[in-house]
T-cell receptor, first 113, second 113 residues
Framework: DVKVTQSSRYLVKRTGEKVFLECVQD?????MFWYRQDPGLGLRLIYF???????EKGDIPEGYSVSREKKERFSLILESASTNQTSMYLC????????????FGPGTRLTVT | GQQLNQSPQSMFIQEGEDVSMNCTSS?????WLWYKQDPGEGPVLLIA?????ELTSNGRLTAQFGITRKDSFLNISASIPSDVGIYFC?????????????FGGGTRVLVKP
């Protein structure tokens, strides 16, 4: 079974703090993704990565950065958290090639106060 | 970005009922995926469709890849209480970069009081 884990289920941070969200997958997938999920807006792609040290902007990258130093780990960084970044953050992974099936972690609910 | 219109936005089910939901787009897709999300969890992949006209089942769930390649349908037969949750469609357009998916806004399935 594919397993995608995220470092925290719930996180509370203050405005201006630097926040790290970690994601690890154990299926040797090449592709990894970060989404945020907000009521009424569905899942929106923040960043994705095809390979180690490679990253591509998604639809809403502003205010975020990512790091992929190892194949199994993809980190999302909020350089200076703001209240409008309060959301559910979902990490996903998939194989390279024609299999577009993405497998999701349990999510991190981040609250910025 | 691309838009996927998912309907209905919400529905009530009564145990034993068959229910349907669909996803439409103005763009042509070459992949359709259906996910279910339970409260506080990440989406779980239910069914993947890769060919126009394809009909695929997973237990009581059946999904179809529309012949126009612009829509997909999910049916749940003989619904049970644990079918409640949010169902998302997702697709990949023929021009999408890499493994990027577009997600619908979700159909929230609730139990009739």
């Amino acid at each position: 079974d594919v397993k995608v884990t995220q470092s925290s289920r719930y996180l509370v941070k203050r405005t201006g703090e630097k926040v790290f969200l970690e994601c690890v997958q154990d299926m040797d997938h090449e592709n990894m993704f970060w989404y945020r999920q907000d009521p009424g807006l569905g899942l929106r792609l923040i960043y994705f990565s095809y390979d180690v040290k490679m990253k591509e902007k998604g639809d809403i990258p502003e205010g975020y950065s990512v790091s992929r130093e190892k194949k199994e780990r993809f980190s999302l960084i909020l350089e200076s958290a703001s209240t409008n970044q309060t959301s559910m953050y979902l990490c996903a992974s998939s194989r390279a090639g024609l299999a577009y099936e993405q497998y999701f972690g349990p999510g991190t609910r981040l609250t910025v106060t | 970005g691309q838009q996927l219109n998912q309907s209905p936005q919400s529905m009530f089910i009564q145990e034993g009922e068959d229910v349907s939901m669909n996803c439409t787009s103005s763009s042509i897709f070459n992949t359709w995926l259906w996910y279910k999300q339970d409260p506080g969890e990440g989406p779980v992949l239910l069914i993947a469709l890769y060919k126009a006209g394809e009909l695929t089942s997973n237990g009581r769930l059946t999904a179809q890849f529309g012949i126009t390649r612009k829509d997909s349908f999910l049916n749940i037969s003989a619904s049970i209480p644990s079918d409640v949750g949010i169902y998302f469609c997702a697709g990949r357009t023929v021009v999408a970069a890499g493994n990027k998916l577009t997600f619908g806004g979700g159909t929230r399935v609730l139990v009739k009081p």
